[in-house]
């Protein structure tokens, strides 16, 4: 099956349309439609001497080629400076490609950076993409990033970090848990995902003596869903969390808060890995990085994220639309687009304590990017 992916590059000013126009030159196996400006896309062809033909919708793509669902910007790009005056382009077509998802026009949503600070000084509020999405569908999703060797998620994600102990509740905690775990079954195949939580407080809270969060709030909750069957282990102290013994325990990490996991993530690996938001009724990949202002227009910005991010999105559109995962499937086994959990490193013949040494997602399965 061929998915048809809906693809917002994000901030016009940065390097989010050179990457999509990058893409367009070796293209997932999936039919892309981009929604953004023309005028911008052909400006980033340009500065990066890529050949690139624009497409109506209904047309076929083939490599340098792009079909394009306009959504005109108030004012035209000047790469590495980001408008305000055209936030409303972009969230719009966030909001355009989310809602054509909704209505089952597409099988699932690529986007690139968006600069937070210009959407709000464009008089939009806004907070994030995983935000935005979920509140058009109007379900609770889950943050996670995952590069082809630690897959992180977030129980919250983009608030004031003043404000994280008060929005991590019991029942608040219990539904991101669900979240992940319905997700990894559905999406990777894995019979009975291993979540590791990590607790809020530094040494999580040493019996209380640094915090009572973790007494009072996580402990309860994997005491709770354990009963009922989710595999959990934690909370950890989040500074040995991610030690490689214990990765190789758990398929995914369940941070508290923003900071806590991803500077890890994205210091374990930043090209490749690619934020997923879990819970949304399709599958939405973006990119791990942001606009990158500076190097927007000069050719100089790798394009491996984005890339990553859309043959994952393919290969999860395609494992939703075909039947059901393989019942019993070893927790750890699916491997897609060489994006593997944390545990399931083990099965990965270059790994040593499950590890991948420098370079080896060569010899996983499509894991060959790099
Ligand atoms: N997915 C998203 O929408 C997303 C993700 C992260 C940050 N952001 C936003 O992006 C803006 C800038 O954030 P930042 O500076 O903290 O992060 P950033 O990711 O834009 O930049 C961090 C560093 O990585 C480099 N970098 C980023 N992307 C690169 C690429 N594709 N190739 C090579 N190098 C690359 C940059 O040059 C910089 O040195 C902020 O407004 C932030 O909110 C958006
Ligand atoms: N938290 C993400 C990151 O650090 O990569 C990013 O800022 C935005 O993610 P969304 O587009 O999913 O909101």
Redesign the pocket.
């Known amino acids: 099956m061929r998915p048809r992916l809906a693809l917002v590059p ?1 901030e016009p000013a940065g390097v989010g349309p050179e990457l999509c126009v990058r893409l367009a030159q070796q293209p997932p196996d999936a039919d892309l439609v981009a929604f953004a400006d023309p005028a911008t896309l052909t400006a980033a062809a340009e500065a990066l001497r890529l050949p690139l033909k624009l497409l109506s919708p209904g047309e076929h793509a083939g490599p340098g080629e792009l079909v394009v669902k306009p959504v005109p910007q108030a004012t035209p790009v000047r790469f590495g400076h980001a408008d305000p005056a055209n936030a409303a382009a972009v969230i719009g077509a966030l909001r355009e490609a989310g809602a054509a998802c909704l209505r089952g026009e597409f099988h699932g949503l690529v ?1 690139g ?2 600069n ?1 600070a210009s959407i709000n000084a464009g008089g939009i509020a806004y ?7 979920a509140r058009q569908a109007g379900v609770e999703v889950v ?1 996670m ?1 995952a590069n082809p060797t630690l897959w992180v998620a ?1 129980a919250t ?2 608030l004031p970090l003043r404000e994280v102990p008060d929005a991590i509740t019991r029942p608040q905690l219990t539904r991101v848990i669900r979240i992940i775990d319905a997700a990894l079954r559905r999406d990777f195949g894995l019979a009975l995902p291993r979540i590791a939580v990590l607790g809020l407080n530094p040494h999580a809270g040493e019996q209380g003596h640094l915090g009572r969060e973790e007494i009072e709030v996580i402990e309860p909750v994997i005491a709770a869903l354990r009963a009922d069957g989710l595999r959990l282990s934690g909370p950890f102290p989040a500074d040995t969390a991610f030690l490689r013994p214990r990765l190789a325990q758990c398929d995914v990490v369940l941070a508290m808060y ?1 900071d806590q996991g ?1 500077p890890v993530l ?1 210091h374990a690996g930043f090209e490749d ?1 690619v ?1 997923l ?1 879990l819970g949304l009724p399709y599958p ?1 990949v ?5 606009t990158a202002l500076e190097l927007a227009g000069r050719g100089d910005a790798d394009p491996s994220s984005l890339i990553a991010a859309a043959a994952l999105c393919t290969q999860l559109a395609q494992r939703r639309v075909a039947s059901s995962p393989p019942v019993g499937a070893p927790s750890g086994a699916m491997l897609l687009n060489g994006i593997a959990p944390a545990g399931a490193r083990s099965i990965a013949p270059e790994g040593a304590h499950g590890i991948a040494p420098e370079g080896a997602p060569t010899g996983w399965p499509e894991g060959g990017r790099r």
Do not use: C, F, S
């Open positions: 994000g986007t950076p968006v937070k907070t994030g993409t995983t935000e935005l999405l943050m990033l977030l994600t983009h923003h991803l994205k890995a934020n938001t939405r973006a990119v791990d990085h942001g």
